[in-house]
């Protein structure tokens, strides 16, 4: 069984920073693509960034040079550095890992992945 836990999330002021881990378990972070979705208040979950098998890293525009995801073997944990947040980032923030390697074009669809965390909200302030 896959399990997958986050922690790190709580309130910031804008231009702070956060770092949300995603503990697994049943699955090694290295042999599957990982990845971080975001869901504000009515609207959809969206992609945030994704950490290939191979160590290479997708991110949605929005977040390119703020935001940084790794991931350390030895821990099974991945990471997400946030700097410089932006209320608009205001957010739950879900873990998601899919099976083996999958092809850029699917990264950043909710339905490339099999397991989920619960979920951290991430709330920045004005």
């Known amino acids: 069984q896959v399990q997958l836990v986050e922690s790190g999330g709580g309130l910031v002021q804008a231009g702070g920073s956060l770092r949300l881990s995603c503990a697994a378990s049943?699955?090694?972070?290295?042999?599957?693509?990982m990845a971080w979705f975001r869901q504000a208040p009515g609207k959809e979950r969206e992609f945030v960034a994704a950490?290939?098998?191979?160590?290479?890293?997708s991110y949605v525009e929005t977040v390119k040079g703020r935001f940084t995801v790794s991931r350390d073997n030895g821990k099974n944990t991945m990471y997400l550095q946030m700097n410089y947040l932006k209320p608009e980032d205001t957010a739950v923030y879900y873990c998601?890992?899919?099976?083996?390697?999958?092809?850029?074009?699917?990264?950043?669809?909710?339905?490339?992945?099999?397991?989920w965390g619960q979920g951290t909200q991430v709330t920045v302030s004005s």
């Open positions: 049943g699955r090694t972070v290295s042999s599957s693509t």
């Open positions: 950490l290939k098998r191979s160590g290479g890293s």
């Open positions: 998601t890992s899919g099976a083996g390697t999958l092809i850029n074009t699917s990264l950043r669809y909710v339905s490339s992945y099999d397991y």
